[in-house]
């Protein structure tokens, strides 16, 4: 097999992923918790209105909170890992959701609800965050390769998972919403004994980003820890990330919506988006990885990413004066693009994330990076729905021009990060960010 794995399928990659028997389990843990969150996604706001007799307004305010609540799990779950190490914490992370969301069963009234919903969102989003340190320090350099497995791995646990809860909703009753949530409560169960069976990785041989040796414990410990809330360059880019996640709201909220109020598609091609964005990630992932394996190329990526979201917004906006078969035609190709850019987005963000934070202070870093896409889900919606889709053909294509120009902007500043972070060049070699592109 290849070392970096461009060239390896993608059952050959599932045997012999990085980090060997520990990646393997992790990526075991990934598939068994979002088939539970897969459950409870498709049945939670049924539950609510069914089981807790809540009205779509207050259903809303609780999705709403819990997506603002989530904004902090990720950099206190950072801040706990860099004391107490990413696994316990990932544990307790796992242990955090299933309590909260067991208490659900219990709630009879909206407030002591809103309080076991959000806990249970700020758990989920410090246990993204605790993941992507998982593949960072046991991945290595293969973590490109790494995170297209786990991507995969969980696309296809949330597919499972919506099909369990098929059978749960076709069934109607209130037993069988409870029954639904307790499956997502065993998941994290489940995702925690695994979790507790993986070793954790040794401190002193984490892989320094960009290079292919361990950094040595004593660096580590020498000086005080850098802090990401005090590095102006990291915050830029994790404020530019906020705006390079849109396409997670544009496939779940923008385009169903749009199809439905402003074009002449059929209703019926809504669950298309899903289904088709489901079998590219799974089909494309690995191969899109394989080409973002460096910090270079990935900074190099960034720009594409805006050019799809661009050719999304375009192919939204000539949908609407467009006949039925122009509409569904221009719609669909606006999810492949989407989908592209979620692709891209993924290994890029990775990439750039671990790269662009200093080692010793990796699992502070890391969460606060994970903001962006907590930050993303809490106001993505607002802002579709708000802005973009009422502005109509011209609010696309003002979201389009906007993500592209946030992609270039993040694309200078990262590269001049990556050349400041670079070993100083030898006595008349080109610098700069354009002498780290051309690398």
Same mark, same amino acid.
């Given at each position: 097999m290849r070392e970096d794995g461009h060239r390896t399928g993608l059952l050959a990659q599932v045997r012999r992923p990085p980090g060997g028997r520990a990646g393997r389990t992790m990526l075991v843990s990934l598939f068994t918790d979002r088939t539970g969150s897969g459950v409870w996604a498709a049945a939670c706001v049924l539950y609510f209105t069914e089981v807790g007799h809540l009205t779509a307004g207050r259903v809303g305010l609780?999705?709403?909170?819990?997506?603002?609540?989530?904004?902090?799990?990720?950099?206190?779950?950072?801040?706990?890992?860099?004391?107490?190490?990413?696994?316990?914490?990932?544990?307790?992370?796992?242990?955090?959701r299933a309590l909260a969301l067991a208490a659900v069963l219990f709630c009879h009234s909206f407030a002591p609800l809103l309080l076991a919903v959000a806990v249970n969102a700020?758990?989920?989003?410090?246990?993204?965050?605790?993941?992507?340190?998982?593949?960072?320090?046991?991945?290595?350099e293969r973590r490109s390769v790494y995170r297209a497995l786990s991507r995969t791995a969980m696309n296809a646990g949330y597919?499972?998972?919506?099909?369990?809860?098929?059978?749960?909703?076709?069934?109607?009753?209130?037993?069988?919403y409870r029954a639904l949530l307790l499956a997502d409560v065993a998941s994290y169960l489940v995702a925690t004994a695994l979790v507790a069976a993986i070793r954790e990785p040794r401190r002193d041989a984490r892989v320094v980003a960009g290079s292919d040796r361990p950094g040595p414990a004593a660096a580590a410990a020498d000086g005080p820890r850098p802090s990401p809330w005090r590095d102006g360059g990291y915050l830029r880019f994790v404020a530019l990330d906020c705006a390079l996640t849109i396409d997670d709201a544009i496939l779940n909220?923008?385009?169903?919506?749009?199809l439905i109020h402003a074009t002449g598609a059929p209703h019926a091609l809504v669950p298309a988006f899903l289904a088709l964005n489901t079998v590219l990630v799974v089909v494309s992932q690995l191969r899109v990885s394989a080409l973002v394996r460096t910090p270079r190329q990935a900074v190099r990526a960034v720009p594409l990413?805006?050019?799809? /979201? @661009?050719? &999304?917004? %375009?192919?939204?906006?000539?949908?609407?004066? $467009?006949?039925?078969?122009?509409?569904? =035609?221009?719609?669909?190709?606006a999810a /492949? @693009?989407? &989908?592209? %850019?979620?692709?891209?987005?993924?290994?890029? $963000?990775?990439?750039?994330?671990?790269? =662009?934070?200093?080692?010793?202070?990796?699992?502070?870093?890391?969460?606060?990076a994970g903001m962006a896409q907590s930050t993303e889900k809490a106001a993505g919606p607002l802002l579709l729905t708000g802005a973009v889709l009422a502005a109509g053909p011209a609010g696309w294509l003002a979201l389009g021009a906007a993500t592209a120009a946030a992609a270039y902007a993040q694309r200078r500043s990262a590269a001049a990060r990556l050349a400041a972070q670079a070993p100083a060049p030898a006595p008349g070699a080109a610098t700069g960010p354009a002498a780290v592109l051309s690398r």
């Open positions: 609780l999705l709403g909170a819990a997506s603002v609540a989530g904004i902090a799990g990720s950099p206190i779950a950072g801040r706990l890992a860099a004391s107490f190490g990413g696994r316990p914490v990932l544990m307790g992370c796992h242990l955090l700020l758990g989920d989003r410090a246990a993204r965050a605790m993941e992507m340190l998982f593949a960072t320090e046991v991945a290595g597919a499972a998972g919506a099909g369990l809860a098929a059978i749960g909703l076709a069934v109607g009753t209130p037993t069988a909220v923008g385009l169903p919506l749009w990413y805006g050019f799809a /979201v @661009l050719g &999304t917004c %375009a192919a939204a906006a000539l949908a609407a004066p $467009s006949g039925p078969v122009a509409a569904s =035609l221009l719609l669909l190709l /492949v @693009l989407v &989908t592209f %850019a979620e692709l891209l987005r993924s290994v890029v $963000s990775w990439e750039l994330s671990v790269a =662009l934070a200093p080692e010793r202070a990796r699992a502070e870093y890391l969460g606060v």
